[in-house]
């Protein structure tokens, strides 16, 4: 049997051939974003079921930008620490402070609890990351915001399709960021993207659409003015093409996920994992071990690739602190990441949980 690999994306004819006119076409790409890239806002846009899109060139982007619409300048952002590190840098990034806070152990996602016991006259925002595409429970999150005038800026570089209270993430708070790099369920070379759900959603397009670009505003032909510093986050037209035909299947190969975590929820005999949950877009399958190098190093001689989402940010020597967050320390020692994308086969899916059960 083949190498089974961790995360795979899925490609057809659609994208080939959209591919291959983008390139014949030679608009490449263009910092106003015209082209496929505003037909890809459009889409997503409906898709969500949201006031606003802005397209940028990754999910990194998507957070730094969106951070910058509120002054969190020496304030506090709660986040949780078991997550990639762009959530803290776009904290810092904008001149904030990141809190980082303990996870429920039951879903690896942000515990509000923790939250409200993290808040502080200084804190402004809060962070809470979708784990592996399982909703934070929004609802909880959001009458402490609102007791609080906090801000809710949602990390859904898991989450593409997830749903939350039947609607899909990206619809419900006021700035949700996305991440559509290869691996991720929705996939370009490289992209993300910011939904807006705000009274003010148009003054925050033109603010993003001009920070997205270098700062560049007020374009009539080759005239143009700069009123602010701007980054070079555009997405390009392959990255668009490539997401338009991806979302058309989004949903589908979302299922096939969902069929594939129900498959490994009967299947694997370890009592830690994540749960079954039809909200759940699943772009990570997480399971928890105790003897985790042997256990990775047993499964890659069998040749299934694994991974370890996340070693906790406050551990990495930028973020260094003596603070304790038990529950994310533990699973961070404990969390192992098995192959979950649409590509894989019912005789592979058999041979990982076998092998999962022989070494567990
Ligand atoms: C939780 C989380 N946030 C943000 C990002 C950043 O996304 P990108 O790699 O598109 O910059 C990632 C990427 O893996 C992520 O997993």
């Known amino acids: 049997m083949k190498n089974i690999k961790l995360f795979d994306p899925n490609i057809g ?28 806002e459009n889409q997503f846009k409906k898709y969500l079921g949201s006031d606003d899109c802005i397209a940028v060139n990754s999910g990194t982007a998507a957070l730094n930008l969106a951070l910058s619409l509120i ?38 996602c942000i515990d509000p609890n923790e939250i409200q016991k993290s808040i502080t006259t200084k804190t402004v925002a809060i962070l809470p990351v979708h784990f592996g595409g399982f909703p934070c429970n929004l609802k909880y999150i959001q009458n402490i915001a609102k007791k609080h005038n906090l801000t809710i800026i949602e990390d859904a570089a898991h989450a ?34 910011i939904s ?39 997405m390009n037209e392959f990255s668009a093409v490539i997401g338009l035909a991806q979302l058309k299947k989004l949903d589908r190969l979302n299922n096939v996920r969902k069929n594939i975590a129900k498959f ?27 003897n985790r190098n042997q256990f990775r190093s047993n499964l890659f001689n069998r040749g299934i690739e694994t991974g370890t989402h996340y070693k906790p940010i406050h551990k ?5 602190s003596s603070n304790k967050i038990l529950n994310t320390e533990k699973v961070g020692k404990e969390i192992v990441t098995i192959p979950i994308h649409p590509n894989l086969t019912q005789s592979q899916l058999d041979y990982i949980t076998e092998s999962i059960n022989k070494f567990v």
């Open 264 to 290: 490994y929820d009967k299947q694997i005999n370890v009592e830690h994992k994540i749960p079954f949950d039809k909200r759940c877009s699943y772009h990570l399958y997480w399971i928890c071990v105790r």
């Open 196 to 234: 807006i759900n705000h009274k003010n959603h148009k003054q925050f397009r033109k603010t993003l659409l001009a920070r997205r670009w270098c700062g560049i505003t007020d374009r009539i032909d080759s005239e143009y003015d700069v009123k602010e510093l701007g980054w070079n986050y555009y």
């Open 160 to 193: 593409t399709g997830t749903t939350y209270n039947n609607k899909k993430i990206g619809s419900h708070g006021t700035a949700t960021c996305f991440s559509f790099h290869p691996v991720k369920n929705l996939a370009m070379p490289t992209g993300g993207l």
């Open 71 to 108: 002054d969190i300048k020496n304030k506090e952002v709660i986040l949780p620490s078991l997550s990639f590190i762009s959530t803290a840098h776009a904290i810092i990034i904008n001149g904030g402070i990141p809190v980082f806070i303990d996870i429920e152990p039951e879903t690896m």
């Open 13 to 40: 004819k659609d994208e080939k051939q959209k591919i291959s006119q983008v390139l014949e076409s030679k608009f490449w790409a263009s910092g106003s974003g015209t082209g496929n890239v505003s037909k890809f």
């Open 316 to 320: 990495m020597s930028f973020y260094k």
